[in-house]
């Protein structure tokens, strides 16, 4: 005698929910990177323009980046018109850079320090930064700049 199963209708089981997952994907990275944007000060910078030089490597970088003050002022071991961040946080005075410096490259010898300035901050607000950085240890330090077309 032969058993019959009797099989029940899912409510889902017509519905492909692989096109959801796409753009529920899409959506979540979109967000992600949005959010990153947003909340990144130097993504407004404007690098000096430069007609020759050669992309660096990513890796064994201390990335140390000048802006323009904003209304708020500005530490003034750069001046009032510019503030210096490191790795997200903005960096107080120039012993603190120093120390910063000389810690990267004990932890990483060989690490590069890569100045990203905007191109119209005077170079007085620039050579305090890169003072700091050769006390801290620097042997190698790049200006970041914008290749022209």
Not at 19 to 28: A, E, F, T, W, Y
Request: aromatic share 4%; proline share 5%.
């Amino acid at each position: 005698m032969r058993i019959r199963r009797i099989r029940k209708e899912h409510a889902f089981e017509g519905i492909n929910a692989t096109p959801l997952i796409d753009v529920v994907m899409v959506l979540i990275i979109f967000f992600l990177l949005v959010g990153r944007l947003a909340n990144d000060p130097a993504s407004g910078l404007n690098l000096p323009g430069s007609t020759v030089g050669q992309r660096q490597d990513a890796s064994n970088v201390l990335i140390v980046t000048v802006l323009k003050a904003d209304s708020a002022g500005a530490a003034a071991w750069v001046g009032s018109i510019a503030r210096v961040m490191t790795e997200g946080t903005e960096v107080p005075d120039a012993a603190s850079l120093e120390q910063i410096v000389s810690s990267k490259l004990a932890a990483q010898p060989g690490t590069t320090v890569q100045i990203r300035a905007d191109r119209d901050l005077p170079y007085g607000s620039i050579e305090p930064v890169l003072r700091a950085c050769g006390r801290g240890g620097a042997r190698s330090v790049r200006l970041a700049t914008e290749k022209l077309r």
